[in-house]
């Protein structure tokens, strides 16, 4: 349990207490990790580390929280804007060389006996092929962000582009 003299201590720049502060909260930050989904790699360490340094610096206990608490909000806007800056980058390609990419992908998904994915995955797996973000594809279909992911990733492995 961290105190609330800690917390002033890491505010005042006591690297001592800052790291105290950093591994009380460092199990929130491992399962919110993997609760988003996220790999848990430096990037996303990093975003925790930096939710951790904003939640010393702003945290008053005047307000009633614990710091627990204010720290969990400020990770949860770091893993956010984490999310939100490594989603599926928009790549621009000819119209022509899309329609043969798309075309020559789904050709193989025929000639394939193996492959007997179902008509929406066929399309969930065209549509992220083509450039549509995860809940656009995810409204249409009524189906999670995560659970289209998986989809479309598990297919596009299977016939490597």
């Not at 008509?119 to 083509?130: G, P, W």
Request: charged residues 30%.
């Amino acid at each position: 349990m961290i105190t609330n003299m800690t917390i002033e201590n890491a505010k005042n720049g006591d690297n001592l207490a800052f790291i105290e502060c950093h591994r009380s909260v460092e199990g929130i930050i491992i399962s919110s990790i993997k609760r988003t989904g996220l790999p848990l790699d430096d990037e996303t360490r990093q975003a925790g580390y930096i939710a951790c340094w904003e939640a010393c610096i702003n945290f008053d206990a005047k307000f009633g929280a614990k710091f627990s608490t204010y720290f969990y909000w400020r990770l949860r806007k770091e893993l956010s804007d984490l999310i939100k800056k490594s989603s599926l980058p928009y790549i621009t390609i000819a119209n022509e060389d899309l329609e043969n990419i798309t075309n020559n992908t789904f050709e193989t998904y025929k000639e394939d006996p193996a492959y007997n994915a179902s008509e929406r995955d066929k399309e969930i797996t065209r549509m992220r092929i083509e450039g549509y973000r995860l809940h656009e594809i995810s409204d249409k279909f009524s189906l999670s962000k995560e659970r289209i992911r998986q989809i479309s990733n598990k297919n596009i492995n299977r016939f490597a582009l």
